[in-house]
């Protein structure tokens, strides 16, 4: 299966079966201005652990292979496209961003996830930096109609959903299209911006050391954080013996 973003014009480099964007942040948002605001876009934010995850579910892989614009998240990713000579130079905060592109655009945007209460805080914060916000809802409403309902009258152009990896993008994936937004997932985005979770010191995001810094202030996620180390390595040594696209992570 062809993936879509081979289509547009923004570089990308294929680390394991999925098309990572190399471009720059101005070189994405010229891409999106090109493709227009409300077409269905899904756009993804991995990290190393989305690989580990859609090792043991194959159908979260042929999602992340659907997607629309993959975007390199986390100091894995980029150690690992280095030690495989695949150029993945930068980062990209994703949802960020989007809502640089939102401002710039006049383009509205609908937050939903998280706990209730983070995304009107979040939301507040954002229109504090010019961001109009189309409308809220938190990440444990459970009537799938009523979202769906609350974002097409909201008339949103973009959906930040914030519901964790893999239910986030499982969630984008069935919607996107019927939205007709740019729909991004990014974790916990709106906890930072809400000022529920803080992120790393600029110097230990610099370093790659941003995990360190979570196990340090959230100890409950060491069995997520601690068997990285050791899937980089494993990734690495199938990367080098079976060349940088094997599939065999996102089970294909
Ligand atoms: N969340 C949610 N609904 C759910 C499960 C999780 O809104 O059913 C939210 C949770 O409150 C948190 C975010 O999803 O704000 C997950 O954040 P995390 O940093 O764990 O994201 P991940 O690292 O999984 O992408």
Not at 83 to 106: D, W
């Amino acid at each position: 299966m062809e993936q879509k973003m081979a289509e547009s014009s923004l570089k990308y480099s294929e680390l394991f079966g999925l098309k990572f964007v190399t471009a720059t942040t101005r070189e994405i948002l010229e891409n999106l201005r090109g493709r227009g605001a409300r077409k269905g876009l899904s756009m993804y934010t991995p990290n190393l652990e989305f690989f580990s995850i859609a090792r043991k579910n194959p159908g979260f892989g042929s999602i992340l292979e659907r997607a629309d614009i993959l975007v390199p998240d986390g100091h894995g990713i980029l150690l690992l496209s280095r030690a495989l000579g695949i150029p993945i130079e930068n980062k990209i905060e994703g949802a960020s961003l989007l809502m640089e592109y939102a401002v710039e655009g006049e383009l509205k945007v609908f937050l939903f996830g998280g706990k209730p209460g983070v995304a009107e805080r979040a939301a507040r914060q954002l229109e504090s930096t010019g961001v109009e916000i189309a409308g809220t809802c938190d990440g444990y409403e459970k009537d799938e109609g009523k979202i769906i309902r609350m974002i097409k009258e909201s008339h949103a152009d973009i959906v930040v959903v914030a519901l964790g990896c893999p239910k986030q993008e499982t969630w984008i994936d069935s919607h996107a299209k019927e939205l007709g937004c740019i729909c991004i997932g990014c974790g916990g985005f709106l906890d930072v911006v809400a000022g529920d979770v803080k992120r790393a010191p600029a110097a230990m995001r610099d370093r790659g050391l941003e995990w360190l810094y979570r196990l340090a202030k959230q100890p409950f996620r060491w069995r997520r954080i601690l068997p990285l180390p050791f899937l980089l390595l494993k990734m690495v040594s199938i990367g080098i013996a079976r060349g940088p696209k094997a599939k065999e992570y996102i089970g294909l």
